[in-house]
């Protein structure tokens, strides 16, 4: 299975903001259409790749440094502040199993599939969980089907 294929099925829904969007207005959108990603583009292009793991990272830096001092508002921090500038791309001739060696070798849930400079869709680790399961389904399926036909010896 390829990466173009996960991607017919899971549709071409992309969720997108610029690098100058407040993290406070990108964690709205996130919890509103309950993702875990948002592709961040700048003039038509991919800048970075912003996950609730970047949140996360910003949320508690700026704990641990209010502790010790004034700390900007979170109001005030950008996108790009804390955004992925360099996420890992995904092909989509990409095999299934190379995908996810990607996915666990990089540490990235999400990952911006991309044809040259064209971003196709964003998979994530969920994704391709559920296409591998339901690849897997449709074969035992088959095999189950084959094997109640199975022809009797003479």
């Known amino acids: 299975m390829e990466v173009s294929e996960i991607l017919k099925v899971k549709g071409t829904t992309l969720y997108t903001v610029m690098p100058e969007t407040m993290l406070s207005d990108a964690v709205i959108v996130m919890a509103e259409h309950d993702i875990g990603s948002l592709v961040v583009m700048d003039r038509g292009r991919l800048a970075g790749m912003l996950t609730f793991r970047e949140v996360i990272r910003v949320l508690a830096r700026r704990q641990q440094e209010h502790r010790t001092g004034p700390t900007r508002p979170v109001a005030e921090i950008i996108v790009r502040d804390v955004m992925n500038p360099s996420p890992t791309i995904a092909s989509p001739s990409m095999d299934v199993n190379e995908l996810r060696r990607l996915m666990l070798e990089n540490h990235q849930r999400y990952l911006p599939v991309m044809e040259s400079e064209v971003l196709l869709g964003v998979i994530s680790f969920h994704d391709v ?8 389904s449709f074969e035992n399926r088959m095999l189950k089907a084959y094997i109640r036909d199975w022809p009797a010896e003479g």
């Not at 969980?129 to 897997?136: G, M, T």
Request: no cysteine; proline share 0%.
């Open 129 to 136: 969980a559920k296409a591998v399961l339901e690849e897997q």
